[in-house]
C-alpha cells in the first residue's frame, strides 16, 4: 500500500468504521508514522493537529480502536480503517462522532457476543449452556422460537411478534455457531443469489 501523504502536506484524512456495524465513527488524520505506528501496534494512532503530535485514540480515555483492517481508496490519499472500539469513540460519550445511534448492524454485534460467550466457556450464560447442550438441542429451540413467532403472526399484537422474531434471531445466530457458520456466509448466498 503506497499512500500518497504529499497531497495533504504529510497529512491523509481517516476515516474509522466500526468493523460488527459498519457504523462511521469517526474521521482523523495520520501521518506516516502515525500510519507506521497504527500497523505495527494494531492500534489506531492519529497525528493530532491541535496537540502536534501522535495521539493514540483512547490513550487517556482507555476507550481504544483495535485494528481489524486497513483499505486505501482509489487515488491511495484517504484511509479506511475498521477497527472493533472498546467504549464510546466520541470524546462526548456517544458510539460515533457523528451522532449516528441506530439499531442497524447491532445483529453483527450479537453475533460477536454469542460467540465469545461459547468461544470463553461462560458458564453461567444460557447461550452458552444451550450451545453446550448440543445441535440437536439448539436446533430444536429454532424450531419453537419459530413456530412461536408464526402463531404471533397470525394475532394482533405487535410486540409480542416483534419479540419472538428477536428470539428467533438469537437463535438462529446460536444455530449458525453451532454449524461453524456467520451471519455472514448466509449473506454472501442471498448476495448470489440477487444476481
Same mark, same amino acid.
Given at each position: 500500500m !503506497? %499512500?500518497?501523504?504529499?497531497?495533504g502536506?504529510?497529512l =491523509?484524512? =481517516?476515516?474509522?468504521q466500526d468493523n !460488527?456495524?459498519?457504523?462511521?465513527l469517526?474521521l482523523?488524520?495520520?501521518?506516516e508514522e *502515525?500510519? !507506521? ?6 492500534r489506531?494512532t ?8 501522535l495521539? &493514540?485514540?483512547?490513550e +487517556?480515555?482507555?476507550?481504544?480502536l483495535?485494528?481489524?483492517? %486497513?483499505?486505501i481508496d482509489?487515488d491511495?490519499?484517504?484511509i479506511?480503517?475498521k477497527?472493533n ?5 466520541c470524546?462526548?460519550?456517544? &458510539?460515533?462522532c457523528f451522532?449516528?445511534?441506530? *439499531?442497524?448492524?447491532? =445483529?453483527?454485534?450479537?453475533?460477536? &457476543?454469542?460467540?465469545q460467550?461459547i468461544?470463553?466457556?461462560? +458458564?453461567?450464560?444460557?447461550?452458552n449452556k444451550?450451545?453446550k ?13 419459530? =413456530?412461536e413467532?408464526?402463531?404471533? *403472526?397470525?394475532?394482533n399484537?405487535?410486540?409480542?411478534f416483534?419479540?419472538? *422474531?428477536?428470539d428467533l434471531?438469537y ?5 449458525l455457531?453451532a ?6 456466509d448466509?449473506?454472501?448466498i442471498?448476495k448470489?443469489?440477487?444476481n
Amino acid at each position: 500500500m !503506497n %499512500i500518497d501523504f504529499t497531497k495533504g502536506n504529510g497529512l =491523509v484524512p =481517516v476515516i474509522i468504521q466500526d468493523n !460488527n456495524t459498519l457504523q462511521v465513527l469517526m474521521l482523523g488524520y495520520m501521518n506516516e508514522e *502515525a500510519y !507506521n505506528k497504527t500497523k505495527e501496534e494494531n492500534r489506531v494512532t492519529f497525528f493530532s493537529r491541535s496537540k502536534n503530535r501522535l495521539w &493514540t485514540k483512547g490513550e +487517556e480515555s482507555g476507550n481504544f480502536l483495535n485494528v481489524v483492517d %486497513i483499505q486505501i481508496d482509489c487515488d491511495s490519499d484517504t484511509i479506511l480503517v475498521k477497527a472493533n472500539p472498546f467504549g464510546p469513540t466520541c470524546h462526548t460519550g456517544t &458510539t460515533s462522532c457523528f451522532k449516528e445511534e441506530t *439499531a442497524k448492524g447491532f =445483529v453483527y454485534d450479537l453475533q460477536a &457476543t454469542i460467540n465469545q460467550r461459547i468461544d470463553e466457556n461462560d +458458564e453461567n450464560s444460557y447461550t452458552n449452556k444451550l450451545y453446550k447442550r448440543g445441535i440437536n438441542k439448539v436446533a430444536q429451540k429454532v424450531g419453537e422460537e419459530a =413456530v412461536e413467532l408464526v402463531i404471533e *403472526a397470525k394475532d394482533n399484537d405487535d410486540n409480542l411478534f416483534k419479540n419472538e *422474531a428477536a428470539d428467533l434471531m438469537y437463535h438462529y445466530l446460536i444455530l449458525l455457531k453451532a454449524k461453524g457458520f456467520k451471519l455472514e456466509d448466509i449473506e454472501a448466498i442471498l448476495k448470489e443469489r440477487a444476481n
